[in-house]
């Protein structure tokens, strides 16, 4: 793999590289030697950001971290694209997906049926009372969901508000 790392508002010492190619080298054995991985650390305040992007043909594997120590956040980035690399490659392995950017190890390793995607493992019902948007981010906060669906009183669609970064939201809507 090649790692490229930048900093937003933060010195990037020997330390903090070091311990980013230490970590992100475990992912090694997962790609092909020429793969290339963006990594981005950035300090805004207390919170100590790691960006990883790594694409991959038409597809993206992404991480971002946020904690208030930077080697704390790197661990944890580490550890999410992994778990996403294993979902990852049941879909490739199943649709038979081109897989150059890949280790042979890593597609030809068993895959354990617990890491199967898709796999709904809980059904819940709810009232669709008409709302307006203002009152369905509500209801979202109140519940503690990233995303509350509703059916909304102007359109009488069913629609969907979400968080955003930056405490904002925002609200997906049929196109007809």
């Not at 997962?30 to 290339?36: E, G, L």
């Not at 369905?136 to 629609?159: K, Q, Y």
């Amino acid at each position: 793999m090649r790692i490229t790392i930048t900093g937003r508002n933060i010195e990037l010492t020997a330390g903090i590289k070091d311990a980013v190619n230490e970590r992100l080298s475990k992912l090694d054995k997962y790609f092909a030697p020429d793969t290339d991985v963006n990594v981005t650390l950035s300090v805004e305040k207390e919170r100590q950001k790691i960006e990883v992007t790594i694409p991959i043909k038409g597809h993206i594997i992404r991480s971002e971290q946020v904690s208030s120590d930077m080697y704390v956040s790197i661990d944890m980035v580490e550890e999410t694209i992994e778990r996403q690399l294993k979902k990852y490659r049941t879909k490739l392995v199943d649709k038979k997906h081109s897989a150059g950017t890949f280790q042979e190890e890593f597609l030809d390793a068993d895959i354990d049926e617990e890491e199967e995607p898709g796999e709904i493992v809980r059904t819940k019902k709810i009232g669709m009372k008409p709302m307006y948007p203002e009152d369905a981010c509500i209801e979202m906060e109140l519940t503690g969901h990233d995303f509350f669906v509703f059916r909304n009183a102007e359109s009488d669609e069913i629609n969907v508000v979400y968080k955003r970064k930056g405490n904002t939201y925002g609200l997906i809507e049929p196109e007809m």
